[in-house]
T-cell receptor, first 113, second 113 residues
Framework: GENVEQHPSTLSVQEGDSAVIKCTYS??????FPWYKQELGKGPQLIID?????GEKKDQRIAVTLNKTAKHFSLHITETQPEDSAVYFC????????????FGTGTRLTVIP | SQTIHQWPATLVQPVGSPLSLECTVE??????LYWYRQAAGRGLQLLFY??????ISSEVPQNLSASRPQDRQFILSSKKLLLSDSGFYLC????????????FGNGTRLTVT
């Protein structure tokens, strides 16, 4: 099945700086790559996603880039704020009939005021 | 709009006791349903998924089982809990289709003592 690796596992940035989280995937047929934000004691919430036919997608301070050749995708958060502090997960879809999502191991982002 | 309900929020059970976690989805029909487990500081592990009533697929052989008695109801069970079953259990749903996002419930924190 699909294998997703995520780096770094922890990331601390000063408020206002940018944060970048990177993921790689193993299945070249994967075609959907979402990013989730999980706050303490809650379920993950979708923040942005990208399809394989798009190289970049942006939503306000959040952007995701996809390099299909290299099989990696990244999350970029600009002008970070303390409320951005959370655990972020990347995921990639497999190509079974259910198109299941397989997740990276998460990045704990801390934004220092 | 669609909502997902998962209960209980927390549960403490002794080793060897049975388990039943329930999840229901409102506002949609024939969703794909999922159970994930999140160990402390780890990623999200897919346990079971269902593409229809009575159709259950298991991703990881283990002490747990899942059932889907109704279209929008998904149940995670165990006859005898093990210490290693402790973790954060998340139910999720998505519409069928390659690029439909996955929506999570708020999870159940299970502690087996």
């Amino acid at each position: 099945g699909e294998n997703v690796e995520q780096h770094p596992s922890t990331l601390s940035v000063q408020e206002g700086d940018s944060a970048v989280i990177k993921c790689t995937y193993s299945d070249s047929a994967s075609n959907y790559f979402p990013w989730y934000k999980q706050e303490l004691g809650k379920g993950p919430q979708l923040i942005i996603d990208i399809r394989s036919n798009v190289g970049e997608k942006k939503d306000q301070r959040i952007a995701v880039t996809l390099n299909k050749t290299a099989k990696h995708f990244s999350l970029h958060i600009t002008e970070t704020q303390p409320e951005d502090s959370a655990v972020y997960f990347c995921a990639a879809s497999d190509q079974t009939g259910a198109n299941n999502l397989f997740f990276g191991t998460g990045t704990r982002l801390t934004v220092i005021p | 709009s669609q909502t997902i309900h998962q209960w209980p929020a927390t549960l403490v059970q002794p080793v060897g006791s049975p388990l039943s976690l329930e999840c229901t989805v409102e506002g949609t029909s024939n969703p794909n349903l999922y159970w994930y487990r999140q160990a402390a500081g780890r990623g999200l592990q897919l346990l079971f998924y269902s593409v229809g009533i009575g159709q259950i697929s298991s991703e990881v052989p283990q002490n747990l089982s899942a059932s889907r008695p109704q279209d929008r109801q998904f149940i995670l069970s165990s006859k005898k809990l093990l210490l290693s079953d402790s973790g954060f259990y998340l139910c999720a749903w998505r519409r069928t289709g390659f690029w439909s996002p996955l929506h999570f419930g708020n999870g159940t924190r299970l502690t087996v003592t």
